[in-house]
């Protein structure tokens, strides 16, 4: 079987969907094909920065979402035992200001449904892309495996949106260079503890170990544990008890919740860090954008946000050029995809940098440099203009240039509605699971 559309998106993430519904509400055909069926994924993606809720309300999907999401209004760093940073998220210039949780499930079905409701969008699931089709130098499509037999989009450009291990990156020979990072994360969900706050991501460190706790939107604390690069063989060697010594040395208070929620390693989730730096995001006729374009590590939940950036600058950029004469349009949308790399790729180099530099200052663990590292939290913390400059990459990456940078007043007015609502809403699920807990 062959379709022809517009745009072939190879990927229904949080990139290749969102891609989606920007296009069809430009009024393009898009053809979305995606491996997998149910959008089910453990431990992805639930931290949604400000900015991607910022931009998951320019899509007018927040309202489809809002009931599922947890605000956090804190961020908190202790090391060694004691508070080093306390970062209110209120104090930042911007309506939208307050990270969401919101498990990726419930946001990848809201994009395909609002995609769906608005038409346009045909979705192939499960449908995985195994070939590009080529004319001459140029892609031209791609053929996709389904359970009824091979199909073939052809398409006047190809997205790949597929994520980290990218095959559209690999079969357009889109060179990347993957750096792993020294550590690896493990995931794993605990009852939330009694006597925490659920608006708070809490960061803590112990020397050169570190781990991050995040409130969870299904009641539970999404723990993520800093492991050496490969080190799982080793701690598992030693039986659970060791992964349970292993938290209670960041966070002891936590004995009765690791003892209740963890019982063997399936309760666990290896993830292998590395981010991957792709020079050229696209070759004749394809183009690639979120993870599959540059794998960020997981530190300050930057991947949804900046695939979620990447679709919204993408979209009228490609729609924009579809609208060319037939002879001038291969030329129109390889300016584009250029262009969206001009675009896009200043912010995620500086949430990499930050990144890495907090993997940098996480990971010392000579008595001098944990020294120093206190004291740089510390002066962070008595400095909110500081903490606005040096935490404005992760959290506000749209805000640092271009017509967004500071929104006009009745459009701030209409952010500060919306996050009131979100914040409603978050107020009511809290007092339910405090209830259902005590
Ligand atoms: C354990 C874990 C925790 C994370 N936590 C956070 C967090 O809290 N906050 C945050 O912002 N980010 C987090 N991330 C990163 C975040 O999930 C990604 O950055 C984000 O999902 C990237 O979106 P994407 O659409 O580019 O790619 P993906 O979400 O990876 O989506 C790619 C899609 O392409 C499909 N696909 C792959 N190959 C093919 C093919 N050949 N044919 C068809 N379909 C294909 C895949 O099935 C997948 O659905 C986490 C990642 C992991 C692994």
Not at 50 to 56: E, F, I, T
Not at 237 to 264: V, W
Not at 342 to 349: C, F, P, S, T, Y
């Amino acid at each position: 079987m062959t379709i022809t559309t517009e745009v072939c998106v190879v990927g229904g993430g949080p990139g290749g969907r969102a891609l989606a519904l920007a296009l069809v509400r430009l009024g393009r055909q898009v053809v979305l094909l995606e491996q997998r069926t149910g959008g089910a994924r453990a431990f992805r993606g639930e931290s949604v920065s400000p900015d991607g809720v910022r931009l998951l309300a320019g899509l007018d999907v927040l309202d489809r979402v809002r009931e599922h999401t947890h605000q956090v209004r804190r961020l908190e760093i202790a090391d060694g035992g004691s508070r080093v940073l306390d970062v209110r998220f209120e104090t930042f210039p911007y309506a939208y200001r307050h990270p969401v949780e919101l498990a990726q499930p419930v946001l990848l079905s809201a994009l395909a449904d609002a995609a769906e409701e608005h038409g346009g969008c045909t979705v192939l699931e499960p449908a995985s892309a195994v070939g590009l089709l080529r004319d001459g130098g140029a892609v031209r499509g791609v053929r996709a495996k389904t359970p009824d037999g091979v199909v073939e989009i052809r398409a006047d450009v190809t997205v790949g949106a597929d994520g980290r291990y990218s095959a559209v990156r690999r079969m357009s020979g889109l060179g990347a260079v993957r750096t792993p990072l020294e550590r690896d994360v493990i995931w794993l969900k605990l009852p939330f503890p009694a006597a925490w706050d659920r608006r708070t991501y809490r960061v803590r460190i112990s020397a050169g170990r570190h781990g991050l706790f995040l409130p969870s939107t299904d009641g539970t604390l999404r723990v993520g544990l800093n492991i050496p690069k490969g080190g799982l063989r080793e701690l598992r060697s030693g039986g659970i008890g060791q992964l349970h010594a292993r938290l209670a040395e960041l966070a002891p208070e936590l004995e009765r919740e690791a003892a209740e929620g963890i019982s063997d390693w399936s309760d666990t989730h290896l993830l292998d860090i590395f981010t991957t730096d792709v020079r050229r995001w696209s070759a004749p006729g394809v183009v690639l954008l979120g993870d599959a374009a540059h794998t960020l590590s997981p530190i300050l939940g930057q991947g949804v946000n900046h695939a979620l950036a990447d679709a919204v600058a993408l979209a009228p950029l490609l729609a924009e050029a579809l609208d060319a004469p037939r002879s001038g349009r291969r030329a129109a949308l390889g300016a584009a995809v250029l262009a969206f790399q001009r675009d896009r790729e200043g912010a995620v180099r500086r949430s990499r940098g930050l990144q890495l530099r907090q993997e940098r200052m996480f990971s010392l663990s000579a008595p001098p440099a944990v020294a120093l590292r206190r004291t740089v939290y510390r002066a962070l913390n008595a400095s909110p203009a500081l903490q606005r400059r040096v935490l404005a990459p992760a959290y506000f990456p749209g805000r640092q240039t271009g017509p967004g940078a500071r929104p006009a007043r009745t459009e701030h007015r209409t952010e500060q509605r919306t996050e009131q609502r979100t914040e409603q809403r978050t107020e009511q699920r809290t007092e339910h699971q405090t209830e259902q807990r005590t």
